[in-house]
T-cell receptor, first 112, second 116 residues
């Protein structure tokens, strides 16, 4: 079975722009979580979606938003990009009632 | 508040040495889950193990072993006879309950370098 997939792999944007990152979970997994990993730090939780509803949100500003589609794929949107948004954005999927989160390869976002 | 501390920022060992990565956590939850993930240079986080708070049995998987001690809030990870392929950043994580499901609180990671 295919693992979690994310697109694009790399992205370069300038301050003030908007970005959309995409994630497809493992087949059969209905929950998707997003994490931000700044260089040299551990991943930080941004959002979790289950059955197309937001189930949890980390300490991130309203510039960050997400949604989940009927096929359980997900998008993370970031508006008004700041230099500090430069990071590796990781998507993880979890099966129903599962505890383990399985991560995708991430999208490396650079904001200039 | 939830907190995971990995005090060792970087560890360097020579191949075949044993190495232990420390993890200390704080939580007020009575039921929680602890995890270890490996992040090789490629960047993808690889799940290694989950331990439930109500199960203090230690676990061994090949060259990997985990020591969970609730009394000291620690969940340490030992690699026996380390290999160059073990070089990576290792993260310890603690579950945080959401409306449904869990988020993960990660430590800052320990960078392990195994040299030939």
């Amino acid at each position: 079975d295919a693992g979690v997939t994310q697109s694009p792999t790399h992205l370069i944007k300038t301050r003030g722009q908007h970005v959309t990152l995409r994630c497809s979970p493992i087949s059969g997994h209905k929950s998707v979580s997003w994490y931000q990993q700044v260089l040299g730090q551990g991943p930080q939780f941004i959002f979790q979606y289950y059955e197309k509803e937001e189930r949890g949100r980390g300490n991130f500003p309203d510039r960050f938003s997400a949604r989940q589609f009927p096929n359980y794929s997900s998008e993370l949107n970031v508006n008004a990009l700041l230099l500090g948004d430069s990071a590796l954005y990781l998507c993880a999927s979890t099966r129903l009632a599962g505890k383990e989160q399985f991560f995708g390869p991430g999208t490396r976002l650079t904001v200039l | 508040a939830q907190k995971v501390t990995q005090a060792q920022t970087e560890i360097s060992v020579v191949e075949k040495e044993d190495v232990t990565l420390d993890c200390v956590y704080e939580t007020r939850d009575t039921t929680y889950y602890l995890f270890w993930y490996k992040q090789p240079p490629s960047g993808e986080l690889v799940f290694l193990i989950r331990r439930n708070s109500f199960d203090e049995q230690n676990e061994i998987s090949g060259r990997y072993s985990w020591n969970f001690q609730k009394s000291t809030s620690s969940f340490n990870f030992t690699i026996t006879a380390s290999q160059v392929v073990d070089s990576a950043v290792y993260f310890c994580a603690l579950s945080e309950k959401l409306d449904s499901g869990y988020a993960l609180n990660f430590g800052k990671g320990t960078s392990l370098l195994v040299t030939p």
